[in-house]
């Protein structure tokens, strides 16, 4: 099979230790790139702009809070209050004057800043509690983003992007929006990828595992705490700021609502907590599952095949959607990436079964 | 003064109204140690039973209640059955998911089989108000309030007995309560069942204040408030929380609200969640983990 | 095929505009279904594409980019989310989207948002309007006190700055008072109004939390005839308060509640009579039904006047300009006359008021609008903003 | 056994001096005086409940001591949260063992190494320029514990599902890859039977002379204790009830009342 | 050793209490755990199952107990008899209904629980509240350490309370087979001395058949009747425990040889490399 694994050795630490050290791998990752520079040149508008688009910055999102759910093990159900920082900061530098790439880095910084002032509040705590002040935190930002006219926008409460340019770029066309998000997903992916292998993803791992044997190696666990949701709150208000200038062209408050939230905590455990490609796999779930059903349920009704009421018709979906989740969970709780692997190790071992006995 | 101590008084009914979403999310915690936040979409789908009983099925209310406390009772095992069983020794975060999942099944169940649109439930409470001084205290709520301690009673006396005590174990340890005989299953079911009754009371008495729809099921972070400051696993701590998160979320916005102009009243609620997590994790009666070094 | 015209109804019916979207959802293909039995337009008929969008914007969206490659020439999202993050893109993309009692009250300006209907009385026309029938019934606003209960978002604050500036004009008296959303319990915040003793109350919130108004204002001994509530007061809800307890309170109406209408009578005959018909029948002729129905009405209305002046097929470009030919179009009295211009895309910003008598909404005013002059400095105001922002 | 002058001894490189931690009411221990000399490996032994946990746990910033002073080569460190005594060249191990379930045996290794590196999320961005040649040097240093305790076959398993043996080994490896100078060990032969235990003894001896280790041991596997250890004390109820050489406390009655039993003669 | 020992089912006079017949468990679907395991237990018996770290013993009593299931593994062949019940259909609960106990490796008390509830807590529904007096009394007379401090938090108990109060939890069931995974895991001598007297207390006046799991070999074979041998998840010996404490290999590996270990001059099973040169 194209998986092999003999007549692979590592004679260096170096290789030893790349990304994918298996050559399919590599060349899968190479193909799938270009396939995704590519994109512009083969999908139609509607492809590029309703679902690869936004399935790129999501997955950006989902990587970020996989870095703080998944490596470091601080669980956040406020992580869309994050993107509305970066998203509502992003705005407003650009309004003030300043140049969109500055405002990315603002974005970013505003976020990272106040993500860790609400983390350094739950430090003391894990697990449940952690969820719990988290989703305190998220209820804490709408109310200021709401109640604050001057953040929100006035009495229509939205804020439209104004036009900029990225790296000279204008950002208008579909395709260039559609670059400026593949650069941050694929910045954000070698990112969190390093960081899992060297280093600083060792000790937030080690944090995550056992705070108390971490810190008797050396780990200080709350800077570490710490500088996980820095990290990964700095990563998540900037792809805020994409999602807002490349997709939405706008902002509500309601974009970055508690359910957003979920459905990032979704798109985490779904594709995988920790995973890589897991956070893109949970992404495309999550967010293509609801359009997918609906799409699905209004064919079949329009076909005749399903005649019910059309309230009816409209809850489908979503309790489809989340007969889904539970069964995921249920069957495959270490999400897509899992079954993914699975996939990858039957051709890895592939004429054998069992990889160990 | 009368101001402050209507805002007081109903404040603290509305908690214990509060306390009976919290409730159930407390019987659940207790023995199966999982943190349900389906709770309040339970509460809709009791409170649709009720409405689906009553108006559909034309039975009088209070049969419909009872029959409803039945069936969210089997519901409760249900659940179990068909998906905590699979769970057990899963991180807590996929059980908090996986809660999560069922709430997003729920609100579609119950709006999509029974209607979107809000559905009415009179229990035929009165609206004008108690009046004592200058002071209105809400029926509706007074009710409420009497009902939720009645029901945290019951509960306090059924952790007390035998059976009670094997539902504690089993919040500690699943594997070594299976190990001495205790069956888990059974336990988890049982607590999942209770809590079903409890929605069925919050449920009715909520949605005949407002109208039956999915909005029911945003009680929840009330519920979650109260919960976290009791204790995820004190019944007494829902009533005493109950009342505490009630009359600050009550007296805090009467006063402040009229400076800031806007609803403050999630803003104390989410405080109250964010300083006991920083302050004391555990809530005031909740038990502290073991951990030992 | 361009003999079908296709309106895109993505709508939220599983989150926060539930109440109403069942309803008025079916109120829309009930009357596109009649006018394609009655034939159509010269044989065109009109095809509805439904979806969920669960006010999601990102949801709303995809739905939206869907609707246009099916060459759908309008679009209502009946979610403000939703409705403002396509603004950028309905403009660009030159369809026509209608916006009624929802989105960006400031698209009645129909220079700057050419595409953007919102076709019925803005949240700040609505409350002026509700202004005007206080000053009426107790001759003057001159020292009254009025207090604006609302939801704590930015729907229930719209209407606060006309209110202000109305209140210093007429010299009434004006406190604004909070509760959290959505709405569920409102205690604290009555027991502040009880003290407050105003005049009259207007409520300003949705769903479940209305019929919690009315009933802490009733319990807090505020008359229900002095309770007055935006347009999202509907039969359910004053059965929630109780059918006899609700007696005397007032909503604004933007469209005529029941079925003694001709085009209802058609329904009835062609659509509900042959089993055609898209729901419950005991929805017809709801409040929010007939809000549905008169949208299309005046959507089907404009797409004959776009045919009639540019043949062809409908593009939403033919569209706008239809919409912008509708004069004085009362959907055979089921609704105020309304005018589109240029620049007015309000229609002038008609309704009436309507008390519930036990059993049902009844007018107790004509069709009138009010103090559309601040009311236009407000749009003029935002639109402005808006521009500026691009 | 002339306690009380050991502290001031010369080559004391760790005491505790009148070292008290409470627990709520309970008083877990109450005024412990030790000196443990530089290259030594010191038994701490008593019954279960008697303080020897919380001692270490006093000594390593976990908890630490309401009063008295702990001082190591000089310094006082009863203040210092653990990662700081880390730092000071402590490492440990734990009764229970604590290994980092979600990673490979090498990387929990690799992280005994934290305080040797310069960990940043920029620096992984720009792995290739910033951060791969420390990860490689590092790599280099852990293979030789990896050698030396003889856990090549498992290097790359996850640690969770390596039996318990190779996990207090793997434990031990992590504790050495920090190059501490005093060492201490928690009951590292618990739950081994005698071929491990040989094992576990033989690991400990070489690392000790490899490293040049002062150790602090304890354990209740008393042939061990009398085996190995050059200095042992007995802790019973939060106090020191005996001190000196191995074969001397356990004959000493209130530890053999206490501790030992009365049939057992384990020496 | 011998290898073929696990072959022949051992034979006693007595009659048995469980037969185990070439069992395999898989953990994870992946890994084999337990490769053709099969033992025998009879009434009144004590038994003994040694085996080096990750041999098998834990896995096999957990075979027993129906207690895999949480740790993701399965039963892919053979069978286990519980008087002359096939157990495999039963839950866990179930076999302690029909006198099959398990006292967890780790003890695993209910913590949070004082003594007395973590008694409470095991006592079966289905009998009256004077048996449970009767039944409680008696695990005070085993163990009256728990009676004094049965009213504290079980989590804070001593290792070696807690390792009495699994025990006495245990006996609440009121089991025909007492199975204890490494009671003396971790307990200063004097405990392990007491705690392996009151197995032999209870084995002896109760007749409860107790299968024991021992990493100390020496204190498991003085007091066992009979004994098996686990390595790598295969039965390698078995036999009467007098006669396995003569065998040489037991007694290099198990035992420590004949007299004591000379630690300092213990073996090199492999050639060492200096490091950090
Ligand atoms: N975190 C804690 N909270 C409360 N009490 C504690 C804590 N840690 C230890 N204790 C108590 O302190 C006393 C000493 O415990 P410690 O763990 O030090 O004993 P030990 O000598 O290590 O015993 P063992 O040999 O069983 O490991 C015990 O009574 C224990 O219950
Ligand atoms: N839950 C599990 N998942 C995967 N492998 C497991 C699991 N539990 C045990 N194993 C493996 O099965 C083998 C046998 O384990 P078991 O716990 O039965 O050993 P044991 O003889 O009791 O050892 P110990 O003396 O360490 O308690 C070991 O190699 C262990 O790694
Ligand atoms: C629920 C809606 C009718 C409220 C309002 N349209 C809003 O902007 O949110
Ligand atoms: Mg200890
Ligand atoms: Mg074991």
């Not at chain 4, 596997?221 to 802790?235: E, G, K, Q, S």
């Not at chain 5, 008694?119 to 007379?141: C, E, G, I, N, P």
């Amino acid at each position: 099979m194209f998986y092999r694994l003999s007549g692979v050795h590592h004679t260096r630490y170096e290789t030893a230790r790349r990304l994918w050290p298996v050559p399919a791998d590599r060349w899968q990752v190479w193909i799938l790139l270009a396939l995704a520079v590519a994109a512009p040149l083969y999908m139609s508008d509607l492809y590029l702009s309703s679902y690869m688009l936004p399935w790129l910055v999501w997955s950006a999102a989902a990587l970020s809070l996989t870095l703080l759910m998944g490596v470091a093990g601080q669980l956040h159900f406020g992580f869309a209050a994050v993107m509305a920082i970066g998203a509502y900061s992003s705005i407003h530098i650009v309004r003030a004057g300043w140049p969109f790439e500055i405002a990315l880095i603002g974005a970013g910084l505003t976020a990272a800043f106040i993500g860790c002032l609400f983390g350094a509040a739950a430090l003391r705590v894990k697990g449940l509690y952690l969820v719990m002040a988290t989703l305190a935190m998220q209820y804490l930002v709408d109310w200021v983003i709401i109640n604050v006219p001057a953040i929100s926008g006035g009495a229509q409460a939205t804020l439209q992007t104004p036009d900029v340019t990225f790296l000279f770029v204008p950002m208008q066309s579909d395709a260039a929006l559609y670059y400026g998000a593949l650069l941050w997903a694929v910045i954000v992916t070698l990112l969190v990828l390093n960081i899992k292998r060297t280093s600083f993803g060792r000790a937030l791992v080690a944090v995550r595992d056992k705070d108390y044997a971490a810190s008797i190696i050396g780990v200080n666990s709350f800077k570490y705490k710490l500088l996980a949701f820095f990290t990964s709150s700095f990563l998540g208000g900037v792809s805020g700021a994409v999602l807002a200038f490349c997709y939405y062209q706008a902002v509500t408050p309601e974009q970055f609502g508690f359910n957003v939230s979920i459905q990032l905590v979704a798109m985490v455990l779904v594709g995988g907590l920790g995973s890589v490609i897991g956070a893109y796999l949970g992404a495309g779930f999550v967010l293509l599952a609801p359009i997918f059903l609906t799409n699905m349920v209004a064919y079949a009704a329009i076909q005749g095949w399903l005649t019910v009421s059309s309230n009816l018709l409209a809850h489908i979906p979503l309790m489809a959607y989340g007969a889904l989740i539970i069964g995921f969970l249920l069957f495959e709780p270490l999400g897509l990436a899992k079954i993914y692997d699975n996939i990858r190790k039957y051709f890895l071992v592939w004429p054998f079964r069992h990889s160990r006995s | 003064m009368a101001y402050f101590l209507e805002l007081l008084f109903n404040g603290a009914l509305t908690g214990l109204m509060y306390s009976l979403t919290a409730l159930g999310i407390v019987l659940i915690y207790k023995s199966a140690g999982v943190p349900n936040l389906a709770q309040g979409a339970m509460v809709m789908i009791g409170a649709y039973v009720v409405w689906m009983l009553a108006s559909m099925a034309d039975l009088p209310l209070y049969a419909a209640i009872a029959l409803a406390a039945v069936g969210m009772f089997g519901f409760g095992l249900l659940a179990e059955r068909l998906l905590l069983r699979k769970m057990v020794g899963q991180p807590i975060i996929m059980i908090v998911m996986l809660t999560l999942g069922l709430e997003i099944f729920l609100r579609g169940l119950g709006p999509g089989l029974l209607g979107a649109s809000p559905k009415s439930l009179d229990l035929g409470i009165p609206l004008t108000p108690v009046i004592i001084g200058d002071v209105f205290i809400n029926r509706d709520y007074l009710v409420g309030g009497i009902v939720a301690m009645i029901l945290v009673g019951l509960s306090l006396l059924f952790f007390r007995t035998r059976l009670g005590t094997k539902l504690r174990a089993v919040s500690d340890d699943h594997v070594s309560s299976w190990s001495v005989g205790i069956s888990v299953e059974r336990a988890v079911g049982i607590s999942w069942g209770l809590a079903g009754i409890s929605a069925v009371a919050a449920g009715t008495l909520w949605g005949s204040v407002q109208g039956v729809d999915w909005t029911l099921s945003t009680l929840l972070f009330p519920a979650v408030a109260v919960v976290i400051l009791g204790g995820l696993d004190s019944i007494i701590g829902v009533l005493v929380a109950g009342l505490i998160v009630g009359i600050l979320g009550s007296v805090i916005p009467g006063y402040v609200d009229p400076i800031v102009g806007g609803g403050t009243r999630d803003v104390v609620t989410s405080l109250i969640i964010l300083f006991t997590i920083m302050i004391r994790p555990h809530g005031i009666f909740g038990r502290e983990d073991i951990e030992r070094v | 095929d361009n003999d079908t015209i296709k309106f895109a109804l993505l709508q939220d019916f599983t989150a926060v505009y539930t109440f109403l979207t069942d309803e008025y959802n079916q109120g829309q293909r009930d009357y596109l279904r009649l006018i394609n039995e009655e034939g159509g337009l010269d044989g065109r008929t009109f095809e509805a594409l439904v979806r969920d969008t669960g006010n999601e914007p990102q949801r709303g969206l995809e739905a939206y980019n869907r609707a246009r490659r099916e060459g759908a020439v309008l679009v209502d999202f009946l979610s403000t989310p939703v409705s403002r993050a396509a603004v950028n893109r309905v403009l660009n993309d030159e369809i026509v989207m209608i916006t009624a009692l929802h989105g960006r009250g400031d698209a009645s300006d129909g220079t700057t948002f050419p595409y953007i209907f919102p076709l019925m009385a803005t949240y700040w026309s609505q409350a002026t309007l509700l202004a005007e029938y206080i000053e009426k019934e107790e001759g003057g606003l001159e020292g009254k006190r009025i207090a604006h209960v609302y939801i704590d978002s930015p729907f229930g604050r719209e209407p606060v700055p006309v209110l202000e500036e109305l209140a210093d004009r007429k010299g009434f008296e004006l406190r604004t008072f909070a509760y959290p959303s959505p709405g569920n319990e409102q205690s604290s915040t009555w027991s502040d109004v009880r003290r407050y003793q105003p005049d009259h109350v207007l409520i300003w919130g949705a769903g479940g939390g209305q019929a919690v108004s009315v009933r802490e204002a009733i319990r807090n001994g505020i008359d229900p005839s002095n309770i007055l509530s935006v347009v999202w007061l509907a039969e359910t809800d004053a059965r929630t308060v109780g059918a006899d307890r609700a007696k005397g309170v007032k909503r604004f109406e933007a469209v005529a509640t029941g079925t003694d209408y001709p085009i209802m009578e058609r329904i009835r005959e062609k659509v509900l009579d042959a089993g055609l018909g898209t729901g419950d029948e005991e929805n017809v002729g709801t409040t929010y039904y007939n809000i549905g129905v008169a949208t299309m009405a005046m959507a089907v209305e404009a797409a004959r006047l776009a045919l009639e002046e540019h043949g062809g097929e409908l593009t939403g470009e033919k569209l706008r300009d239809g919409f912008r030919m509708l004069e004085d179009y009362d959907a055979e009295g089921m609704m105020p006359p309304v005018t589109f211009t240029e620049d007015d895309h309000q229609g002038g910003g008609y309704g009436r008021v309507s008390e519930w008598n036990g059993e049902e909404w009844e007018p107790i005013t004509d069709w009138y609008a009010a103090y559309q002059d601040i009311v236009w400095e407000e749009i003029e105001k935002d639109a402005a903003g808006f521009r500026e922002g691009r | 056994m002339d306690t009380t002058d050991q502290t001031t001894h010369d080559g004391v490189t760790l005491a505790c001096e009148q070292v008290v931690r409470r627990f709520g009411g309970l008083k877990a221990l109450k005024g412990i005086d030790l000196g443990i000399r530089q290259g030594e490996i010191f038994g701490l032994v008593g019954p279960n409940g008697s303080g020897k946990t919380t001692l270490v746990n006093a000594v390593t910033g976990f908890y630490p001591p309401q009063e008295g002073r702990i001082v190591f080569e000089g310094a006082a460190i009863n203040h210092l949260k653990p990662y700081q005594v880390a730092a000071r060249g402590i490492a440990r191990t734990f009764q229970n063992v604590a290994l980092f379930k979600g990673m490979s045996v090498l990387d929990n290794i690799l992280l005994g190494r934290h305080i040797f590196m310069r960990p940043s999320a920029l620096a992984s961005l720009f792995y290739w320029w910033w951060a791969q040649k420390e990860e490689v040097a590092h790599r280099r240093q852990v293979e030789e514990i990896i050698d030396l305790l003889q856990l090549e076959s498992v290097r790359d398993e996850p640690v969770d599902v390596i039996p318990l043996g190779m996990q207090k080994r793997v434990e031990l490896a992590r504790a050495l890859a920090a190059e501490p100078r005093f060492l201490i060990l928690d009951e590292p032969m618990a739950g081994m039977n005698q071929e491990e235990k040989e094992y576990m003894v033989r690991f400990i001896l070489d690392a000790q002379e490899a490293l040049n280790l002062t150790i602090l041991l304890i354990e209740h596997h008393m042939d061990v204790v009398t085996a190995i250890c050059d200095r042992v004390a007995v802790l019973n109820n939060g106090e020191k009830i005996a001190e000196g050489t191995a074969r001397d406390a356990i004959k000493d009655p209130a530890v053999v009342a206490a501790y030992i039993g009365k049939s057992n003669d384990a020496a | 050793m011998t290898a073929d020992a696990a072959e022949t089912t051992p034979t006693t006079a007595t009659q048995s209490v469980l037969t185990m017949s070439n069992v395999e468990v898989v953990y994870d679907k992946v890994f084999l755990a337990i490769k053709g395991v099969s033992l025998e237990v009879g009434q009144g018996q004590m038994v003994a199952l040694l085996g080096g770290n990750g041999a098998g013993k834990s896995t096999t009593l957990k075979t027993i107990s129906g207690l895999l299931a949480p740790e993701r593994g399965e039963v892919t062949r053979g069978q286990v008899h519980f008087m002359g019940e096939d157990l495999a259909p039963l839950g866990p609960s179930q076999r302690v209904d029909r006198g099959l106990v398990h006292v967890l490796e780790g003890r695993r008390i209910f913590g949070h629980l004082t003594p007395e509830d973590n008694l409470l807590a095991a006592f079966s529904l289905k009998s009256d509240r004077r048996r449970y007096q009767q039944l409680r009394d008696q695990v005070y007379t085993y163990f009256p350490r728990l009676k004094e401090r049965a009213r504290t938090k079980a989590g804070y108990l001593s290792g070696g309370e807690q390792q009495m109060l699994a025990i006495g939890r245990a006996l609440m069931t009121e089991p025909q087979l007492l199975m204890l995974d490494e009671p003396s895991l971790g307990l200063a001598p004097v405990l392990v001395e007491e705690i392996f007297s009151i197995i032999r207390e209870i084995n002896a006046n109760e007749g409860v058949s107790v299968l024991l799991v021992e990493q100390n070999a020496a204190a498991a074979l003085e007091i066992a009747h009979h004994a098996y041998l686990v390595e790598n998840g295969h039965i390698v010996m078995t036999g009467e425990a007098d006669v396995l404490r003569q065998n040489p290999d037991v007694q290099e590996f198990y035992l420590g040889g004949a007299g004591k270990v000379d630690y300092h001059n213990v073996k090199h099973y492999r050639r060492r490399k200096r490091w950090l040169a």
